[in-house]
Nanobody, 120 residues
Framework: QVQLVESGGGLVQPGGSLRLSCAAS????????MGWYRQAPGKQRELVAA???????NYADSVKGRFTISRDNAKNTVYLQMNSLKPEDTAVYYC??????????????WGQGTLVTVSS
């Protein structure tokens, strides 16, 4: 069984920074893209940032220049560095990945979510 475990959420003041981490564990053959999504109260889940196994990145317009996604392939871990946080960044952040498990099945896996609250 493959799972994603997130960490790093919390309460931060506007203008502050947080770093989210997401580690994949279990029987994994290979990991393709990894990404972060978020869902604010009353809103649909949206893509925040994604990164391919080769390191190509994609960001939502609302976070460009403020957030940076990176990954450590050796640790099966993806990070999201969030700077200049705004109240509108408040949401539950979810890690997501598409991978091949040890039995070579293709799987899409979601983390449990971590709450980020930006407030003074």
């Amino acid at each position: 069984q493959v799972q994603l475990v997130e960490s790093g959420g919390g309460l931060v003041q506007p203008g502050g920074s947080l770093r989210l981490s997401c580690a994949a564990s279990g029987s994994i053959f290979s990991i393709n893209a990894m990404g972060w999504y978020r869902q604010a109260p009353g809103k649909q889940r949206e893509l925040v940032a994604a990164i391919t196994s080769g390191g190509s990145t994609n960001y939502a317009d609302s976070v460009k220049g403020r957030f940076t996604i990176s990954r450590d392939n050796a640790k099966n871990t993806v990070y999201l560095q969030m700077n200049s946080l705004k109240p509108e960044d408040t949401a539950v952040y979810y890690c997501n990945t598409n991978l091949r498990a040890g039995d070579l099945r293709y799987l899409e896996v979601w983390g449990q979510g971590t709450l980020v609250t930006v407030s003074s």
